[in-house]
């Protein structure tokens, strides 16, 4: 008579050892929480620009109006009248890279409009109640402006290379400059977040945008040399983060003399403490 044949035998089926096919299922990873989730809070928030911008290129074009007439109306004029002295340099050159920081910063000092609009559809009280820290959520938002910024800034230097600005293609110089638009970016979108956290209301951010905005621009370096400039109002352009902007700017696209690593640690150390004054303010913008 034949043996009755006997199944195989398979390690997995060991009493008391689940199949590791369904182990995932059975014990799932740890969730990631706290700091462990601003590179994907980071990345998701620039997504989301990136998107919006897909789907919607008007922005970019009617933002790229007032750098033009800047560069083509006012940087044009001046460069025919010499009436400001820029050390040898032409005043278009001189004046391209303010206007490339003044077309970032006009994006950014209004990004806390959108997180009013988050606040008053219910989308930030949602944020809130996730494991996200405060300062995390507020990192992804002021660099996702940086993102946007990064795009306005390509587009002005175009247009300043299709006039004639002289400006350097060094793949490291344009890296810097990605890296000095991002974070003085993320400095002003925190200050409108900030701005936000106190006024509550868009109506009155708009207010205090607009009431900043050239203030800011004007006591910078962007038109014009430090030097021109009576001493109290040198004062204010020392403390004003987006002098430090334009000197990188200028240094890295046309070669001027700049103060790269001071320009770098003051953005940095502006982009941080925007970042945690934001952070801090999120909590009664969600109230």
């Given amino acids: 008579m034949s043996a009755v044949p006997v199944a195989p035998h398979h390690a997995s089926a060991e009493p008391g050892s689940p199949d590791e096919r369904f182990a995932l299922l059975l014990d799932p990873p740890p969730s990631r929480t706290g700091w462990r989730v601003v590179p994907a809070r980071v990345a998701a928030m620039c997504i989301v620009e990136m998107q919006k911008l897909r789907h919607d290129r008007t922005e970019i074009y009617t933002r790229a109006v007032q750098p033009a007439l800047w560069l083509l109306i006012f ?7 010499h009436a400001i002295p820029t050390g040898g340099v032409p005043y278009l050159d001189f004046l391209a890279p303010g206007i490339i920081a003044q077309s970032a910063m006009f994006i950014a000092i209004f990004y806390g409009i959108m997180i009013i609009w988050e606040r008053d559809s219910g989308v930030l009280t949602k944020l809130m109640v996730t494991p996200t820290p405060r ?10 402006a940086g993102v946007k910024a990064v795009i306005q800034a390509a ?30 970016s993320a400095f002003f979108s925190c200050l409108s977040m900030s701005i936000a956290g106190i006024v509550l209301t868009r109506d009155r951010l708009m207010g205090i945008g607009q009431a900043i905005t050239m203030p800011l621009f004007f006591a910078s370096n962007a038109l014009y040399p430090v030097a021109l400039m009576p001493g109290w109002l040198q004062a204010v352009s020392r403390v004003n983060p987006l002098s430090y902007q334009v000197d990188a700017l200028r240094g890295l696209l046309i070669g001027t003399p700049a103060h790269l ?17 934001a952070g801090s303010l999120l909590g009664r913008l969600a109230r």
Wanted: aromatic share 6%; net charge positive.
């Fill in 155 to 184: 587009v002005v230097i175009v247009i300043a290379a299709l006039i004639g600005v002289g400006m350097t293609w060094n793949p490291l110089r344009l890296l810097g400059v990605v890296v000095v638009v991002v974070l003085a």
């Fill in 75 to 81: 940087g044009v004029t001046f460069s025919r009248i």
């Fill in 261 to 277: 690593g001071l320009d770098f640690a003051i953005l940095a150390l502006a982009a941080v403490v925007g970042i945690v004054a």
């Fill in 135 to 144: 300062t995390a959520l507020v990192t992804g938002k002021a660099f996702a």
